[in-house]
């Protein structure tokens, strides 16, 4: 009887932190595809929309000749009209979350398609808070490579 209780108990305060757990997973998915299709489609304000730039963000990108970027964070959500919208696609995927409240660090694969079909491929680190209950990305690693 009592381990009926206590598993009553323990699913009945557990159920509603996983179900938020899911939520707020689904929620980051949405908005890392949102900003991975509005690079490409060149929407700014959709594009700046997924972006909460703090004082300690931070964007390095990794290229695949071992280049390292280090991208001032407002050019993001300020980009010149050329580094953006240029077409193409990317498929996210393998995506692993770390949710402790309102933070959140989320490491997924990257497959990009440019306009003319030449395929990139990176390893993402997204670091995100949630401001005013959306998330919102504020920092990021991208180390792109070149598969053997």
């Not at 929620?27 to 959709?46: F, N, P």
Request: with cysteine; charged share 20%.
């Amino acid at each position: 009887m009592i381990k009926i209780i206590l598993f009553s108990f323990i699913t009945t305060w557990m159920h509603p932190l996983y179900q938020q757990q899911v939520n707020d997973s689904t929620a980051i998915k949405q908005l890392l595809e949102k900003e991975s299709a509005t690079w490409r489609s060149g929407d700014v304000k959709a594009h700046a929309d997924c972006w909460y730039i703090q004082p300690y963000s931070k964007i390095l990108v990794s290229t695949a000749e071992g280049v390292t970027i280090d991208v001032i964070p407002s050019s993001i959500i300020n980009p010149s009209p050329t580094v953006m919208g240029n077409g193409g696609y990317a498929i996210n995927s393998n995506y692993k979350f770390s949710i402790n409240g309102n933070n959140a660090w989320v490491s997924h694969n990257e497959e990009s398609t440019d306009k003319n079909g030449n395929k990139k491929f990176s390893y993402e680190i997204r670091i995100l808070e949630k401001i005013n209950g959306q998330w919102k990305l504020v920092a990021q690693s991208i180390h792109m490579y070149t598969p053997k």
